[in-house]
Nanobody
Framework: QVQLVESGGGLVQAGGSLRLSCAAS????????MGWFRQALGKEREFVAAISWSGGSTVHANSVKGRFAISRDNAKNTVYLQMNSLKPEDTAHYSCAARQVPRYQGGSYYTQEYEYNYWGQGTQVTVSS
């Protein structure tokens, strides 16, 4: 089993940037598809971005496309979410998630909550106007 710990959240002004990190332990990180999700107060959790185990394939939600970028460093067992041009509507609790996949699925990623097996506790991002 893999354990996930997020960091990097905080309070930032609109237009600013943050980089979230999700450190994994207890599993073979390079065999996991990784995703970022967020949940704003009073709303359902929504997909933000995902990356294949190889890092060769990524997908971002339309709401963050062009502003956020997911990446991973398999040598450091860490996935990142670089968030630029932040808006107040990006305020949410951000969580990373993992799903183990066979090695031949190097280009696969997932965008639905139910497709992920492991979740971190999350980190809060607050964007002030």
């Amino acid at each position: 089993q893999v354990q996930l710990v997020e960091s990097g959240g905080g309070l930032v002004q609109a237009g600013g940037s943050l980089r979230l990190s999700c450190a994994a332990s207890g599993g073979t990180f390079s065999s996991y598809v990784m995703g970022w999700f967020r949940q704003a107060l009073g709303k359902e959790r929504e997909f933000v971005a995902a990356i294949s185990w190889s890092g060769g394939s990524t997908v971002h939600a339309n709401s963050v496309k062009g502003r956020f970028a997911i990446s991973r460093d398999n040598a450091k067992n860490t996935v990142y979410l670089q968030m630029n041009s932040l808006k107040p509507e990006d305020t949410a609790h951000y969580s990373c998630a993992a799903r183990q996949v066979p090695r031949y699925q190097g280009g696969s990623y997932y965008t639905q909550e139910y497709e992920y097996n492991y979740w971190g506790q999350g980190t809060q991002v607050t964007v002030s106007s």
